[in-house]
């Protein structure tokens, strides 16, 4: 990926209505954050801008989408965990306005969000909203406005811009980072890490739950439309809490549909609840577990997959047609199993 890419996205930001990061949108804050984004760009220098593009050639930026209460968080912080295990340097940004992305990685204390230090101060410096992880994983969160007033795309923008300005990519010279990323709607805002060249790939977690699908539906026509102008393009589906049988088969059959494909399933497992208890990953509080060989399996996946695509998403009759079709079969199968509610 290029860090151009990533300059560009302070400089164009705009939202779904075509106006984010204008001001135009009736937002106050949002045009002056903007302002702020641009003016650090500026101050970057030439040489300093070469040596983050070389780096960035380096480092793989990975956005991780899927809907709220999916099991995102917990996926890409122990995709995390693992990356780090293994002694990769990493990052992982937090792009949920609920700002607990990086929980399990720090021990769930607080750490102020990127948009509320500039909210602040207007001027920020990396130790105040950045905190060291397990295994020295970079822990940030870019957080969300005050609810009801502005666009949470804001915070995923200012928090990479600032990032530049701090020259955190090259210093920390990371070999992943990770943006955890909510899915519930792709908008301009939410869109903001694959439609920029923030990152050029991305992944989305998703159960056989049709509203999941339907997220991932959603994230492949963003990609569709944001891949050909140097947007990210899919590493794959990850299936959390599919059990094998027609949850598998769906997913499976979803990704044929769409020509995505699956980069792995995360079993259901009450390891993840009781490591979430302790405040870790399932990586650091059961590293001997079946679920941690999962996600480190998921994570070694994610980390040499270069076989990206743009999917072709499904439009809404087929999508219907499609959910059917898939409800009618295990309506039959539990019909003829004797399982059938009614
Ligand atoms: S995050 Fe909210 S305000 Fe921003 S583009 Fe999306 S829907 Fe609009």
Redesign the pocket.
């Known amino acids: 990926m290029g860090a151009h890419r990533q300059g560009r996205s302070a400089q164009g930001g705009r ?2 209505a075509e106006s ?1 990061g204008s001001g135009d949108c009736g937002r106050s804050q949002c045009g002056s954050l903007n302002r702020i984004i641009r003016k650090s760009e500026t101050g970057l220098g030439q040489a300093a801008y070469r040596r983050l593009i070389e780096m960035a050639k380096n480092t793989k930026h990975i956005a991780i989408y899927g809907k709220g209460g999916i099991g995102k968080s917990t996926t890409t912080s122990n995709i995390s965990a693992a990356l780090a295990e293994a002694g990769h340097r990493v990052i992982q940004i937090g792009c949920d306005p609920k700002s607990d992305s990086t929980n399990t990685l720090r021990g769930g204390d607080y750490l102020p969000t990127v948009i509320d230090s500039l909210r602040d101060s207007g001027k920020t410096r990396l130790e105040d909203i950045s905190a060291i992880g397990f295994k020295g994983i970079l822990c940030i969160e870019a957080g969300g406005p005050v609810p009801g007033v502005g ?3 804001r915070g995923i923008n200012a928090a990479v811009g600032l990032l530049q300005e701090l020259n955190v990519f090259e210093e920390f010279e990371a070999d992943y980072v990770l943006y955890d990323v909510l899915g519930d ?1 792709v ?4 869109a903001v890490p694959i439609r920029d060249g923030i990152t050029d790939r991305a992944y989305v977690v998703s159960s056989s739950d049709f509203m999941a699908v339907y997220a991932a539906n959603n994230l492949f026509k963003a990609i569709g439309k944001y891949a050909p102008s140097g947007g990210a393009r899919l590493g794959g589906i990850i299936g959390n809490s599919v059990l094998p049988g027609y949850p598998q088969a769906l997913i499976e059959d979803f990704a044929k549909v769409t020509g995505a494909s699956v980069a792995g399933y995360v079993p259901r497992s009450p390891v993840v609840a009781q490591s979430e208890l302790y405040g870790k990953t399932v990586i650091e509080a059961s590293p001997q577990s079946d679920q941690a060989e999962v996600y480190r399996k998921l994570a070694a996946h994610v980390a040499s997959n270069e076989q990206l695509t743009v999917p072709a998403p499904l439009n809404v009759t087929d999508l219907r047609d499609w959910a059917r079709s898939w409800g009618d079969a295990i309506n039959k199968e539990a019909v003829s199993s004797g399982t059938a509610a009614n």
């Open positions: 939202c779904g984010w666009c949470a795309g709607v908008c301009g805002g939410f």
